[in-house]
């Protein structure tokens, strides 16, 4: 397996509050991505990263910050966490950029209260 | 814009039936393909893909699928399925002129196999 390591797994928080989830491979990928996994929705992909200090926003990024400052670590922020941003989020990472193999994590369950 | 379309969000079927997923995608663009398994409380895990050449591709237990480009297609199909076979799975599309390789999926099907 891969090694990518998500935490926390579960998480539960109330609205309002700052959360930060992190994304940990041993790989050595150059690309990280970060995904949220909704019913009736699949995957959306909210930003990825292309290297160190490197990032961008993908299709859901409203209310999300990353950031990447080791090649290790991607971290996801909500700000203000919102009743919406209730979701399953998947770390993903890769080795091109063309992604034709990308591994992924354990997943991470959020609930916003 | 690039989309895909599961056109099933459930697929009941009996241990040892034959089964096929259905995947149509729209884009303007070539893409690869994609399809991802997801076993209960798990990440997902690369099932099979096409890229170029031949345009059925297998996997190693036994699911195989079809690059159809005319019909824009890329179903899923496994002659025998087994109850370990159920789990979710997720088409997706790289568009060649995506930067980045970001993955766009469909939304998901849901395989339950009955003993």
């Known amino acids: 397996d891969a090694g990518i390591t998500q935490s926390p797994r579960h998480k539960v928080t109330e609205t309002g509050t700052p959360v930060t989830l992190r994304c940990h491979q041993t790989?050595?990928?150059?690309?990280m991505y970060w995904y949220r996994q909704d019913p009736g929705h699949g995957l959306r992909l909210i930003h990825y990263s292309y290297g160190v200090k490197d990032t961008d926003k993908g299709e859901v990024s409203d209310g999300y910050s990353v950031s990447r400052s080791k090649t290790e670590d991607f971290l996801l922020t909500l700000e203000s966490a919102t009743s919406s941003q209730t979701s399953v989020y998947f770390c993903?990472?890769?080795?091109?950029?063309?992604?034709?193999?990308?591994?992924f994590g354990q997943g991470t369950r959020l609930t916003v209260v | 814009a690039q989309s895909v379309t599961q056109l099933d969000s459930q697929v009941p079927v009996f241990e040892e039936a034959p089964v096929e997923l259905r995947c149509n995608y729209s884009s303007s663009v070539s893409v690869y393909l994609f399809w991802y398994v997801q076993y209960p409380n798990q990440g997902l895990q690369l099932l099979l893909k096409?890229?170029?050449?031949?345009?059925l591709v297998e996997s190693i237990n036994g699911f195989e699928a079809e690059f159809n480009k005319s019909q824009t297609s890329f179903h899923l199909r496994k002659p025998s399925v087994h109850i370990s076979d159920t789990a979710e799975y997720f088409c997706a599309v790289i568009p060649l002129n995506n930067q980045g390789g970001k993955l766009i999926f469909g939304q998901g099907t849901e395989l339950s196999v009955k003993p």
């Open positions: 790989e050595n990928h150059r690309y």
């Open positions: 096409y890229l170029s050449g031949s345009t």
């Open positions: 993903a990472i890769s080795g091109t950029d063309k992604n034709t193999e990308a591994f």
